[in-house]
């Protein structure tokens, strides 16, 4: 019987046109069988942190949380912002890392990959976003880094991706997540 795997995508990026919504759209074609995949979209449409709404979370912050608890595992594309990772990504973070104790994404596996136009292909972008995940609790996959730069070369029309290291990348990057969800499954046992 095939292992099935429920896993969801989530851009960082809120731009229409978005090169990494694009890759995360272009992953369906990566997936091995029994993978489920959907992408949340329209992070923009989640509203600014705050405090004093964890007890009633607004209908899309909710819609987010069970989309997120409803995975087996998350994989998150993003771009880099003035060298970091952008607003809108973190505040989705700041959502699902609350309640402490029944955070969201608190021991949730979780790849990451980042797409960018120019040279760097979001390194210290990523930095960020493993220490923002470290302190959530989730788990990341620590290898392979996947850095896909001069992303406009390299994404066709079609919205295929025409680089075979990347392509290599993104594979063992799908590969590793499975294997931390097989960990952790076997860790809830
Ligand atoms: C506010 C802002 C800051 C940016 N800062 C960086 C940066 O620090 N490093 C970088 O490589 N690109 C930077 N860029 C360029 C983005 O990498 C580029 O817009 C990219 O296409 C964004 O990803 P997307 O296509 O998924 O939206 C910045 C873009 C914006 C709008």
């Known amino acids: 019987m095939v292992e099935e795997f429920k896993l969801l995508g989530v851009s960082g990026s809120v731009r229409e046109g978005s090169y990494n919504t694009k890759v995360l759209e272009y992953l369906r074609n990566l997936l091995p069988d029994g993978c489920r995949y959907e992408i949340f979209e329209n992070i923009s449409d989640i509203p600014f942190y705050d405090q004093s709404f964890e007890s009633r979370l607004p209908e899309r912050v909710l819609a987010l949380r069970n ?33 402490i104790g029944n955070a969201a994404i608190e ?3 979780v790849a990451i990959l980042g797409v960018a136009p120019g040279l760097y292909g979001t390194i210290r972008s990523q930095i ?17 880094e996947v850095y896909i730069n001069e992303i406009a070369r390299k994404l066709d029309q079609h919205g295929d991706l025409n680089d ?26």
């Open 107 to 109: 021991q949730k596996p």
């Open 164 to 189: 075979e290291v990347a392509v290599k990348h993104l594979v063992e990057l799908i590969g590793e997540l499975q294997r931390l969800i097989r960990q952790h499954r076997r860790l809830r046992s």
């Open 67 to 99: 989309a997120v608890q409803d995975a087996d595992g998350l994989i998150i594309a993003t771009p880099e912002h003035n060298a970091s990772v952008p607003a809108a990504l973190k505040n989705v973070l700041e959502w699902l890392s609350r309640p």
């Open 128 to 144: 960020h976003l493993r220490q923002i995940l470290h302190s959530t609790g989730a788990f990341v996959v620590q290898k392979p």
